[in-house]
């Protein structure tokens, strides 16, 4: 019997013309439980068609099919085309087992690959030793990552109920502050009235009268570049006053006005840069000057069509 064993082959092959198929063991022999593999490979023309056989979980009572690979589609050599699966096998029974043929019909016609034989042996005893009793219940140690696996479905739906909760509030929150901003409305106060009350504080205070000339003109200036940038949107705040005097150039301003704020940012720019000191009545007519300019160009809203 076991000289026959010898010449059992690892493969076996079915032709038919240039195609064929090409069908392998890995090993003839395992140990009940082990698993071998089986290589199919089926060679063709480039335009042929390959009918593969049904693969189930078994091939026969007593050997059982672990992993399917699939078919897997490469290119051969010389014009043709391969076709590759691969089955890890296993059995639980101990004997001579057959690998039974493989029908498959290629380009319409069948081709059946011959039977090989698989050999399962069981795992030597050792008579020799004792037997012994079942081992004790082994006490593994706490771990959190095992326990956070063993219950991932249900941390994923308290996190998934957490989030809505947080989600659901924030909406409720956003909704009361909507409404709250709607039953309050808030106060606008043009800008030309700002900027003239903060001028009108700037007056009471008194800057220059106390000596203080270049804060006063700065100040002043500061009021008139930020309502300048604000009415005719350009960035008067960070030019130059050659920048802004060509800014204004294109501005709804018209030449009277372009020249009276030109004037107005010359003599503020001789008292901060020059430390030039101005009369009081360059002091004087720079405010009543920044007054009637934003008066003068002020936005005012459109009155109601009555037609």
């Known amino acids: 019997m076991y000289i026959a064993i010898l010449f059992v082959p690892l493969f076996s092959t079915g032709q038919s013309g240039n195609t064929y198929v090409d069908v392998r063991l890995d090993t003839t022999v395992i140990r009940i439980g082990e698993q071998a593999r089986l290589h199919v490979e089926v060679s063709y023309p480039r335009n042929g068609t390959v009918q593969w056989p049904a693969v189930s979980d078994t091939l026969t009572k007593h050997v059982e099919v672990v992993k399917d690979s699939g078919v897997d589609t490469a290119d051969g050599t010389n014009g043709m085309m391969r076709q590759v699966r691969s089955l890890a096998l296993t059995s639980f029974d101990s004997g001579f087992w057959a690998i039974p043929p493989f029908q498959f019909v290629v380009n319409g016609t069948p081709i059946a690959t011959e039977a090989l034989l698989l050999e399962v042996r069981t795992v030597p005893l050792d008579s020799t030793l004792a037997l012994r009793d079942i081992h004790d219940i082994i006490e593994l140690p706490f771990s959190l990552a095992y326990w956070a696996r063993q219950h991932a479905a249900w941390i994923a739906g308290g996190v998934a109920v957490l989030v809505a909760i947080i989600i659901l509030l924030y909406f409720l929150l956003r909704k009361k502050k909507s409404t709250t901003d709607r039953s309050e409305p808030r106060i606008v106060i043009p800008l030309h009235e700002r900027i003239l009350a903060a001028l009108g504080d700037l007056e009471k205070q008194r800057v220059w009268q106390q000596g203080d000339h270049k804060a006063y003109h700065s100040r002043l200036t500061d009021l008139l570049r930020s309502y300048i ?79």
């Open 229 to 307: 940038e604000e009415r005719f949107r350009v960035p008067a705040m960070e030019s130059t006053t050659d920048e802004l005097v060509k800014e204004l150039r294109i501005s709804p301003l018209n030449n009277e006005q372009r020249t009276h704020v030109e004037n107005m940012l010359r003599l503020a720019d001789m008292v901060k840069f020059a430390k030039a000191v101005p009369s009081p009545q360059e002091n004087e007519q720079m405010m009543a000057g920044a007054l009637r300019f934003v008066q003068d160009t002020a936005q005012r809203p459109m009155a109601p069509d009555h037609a």
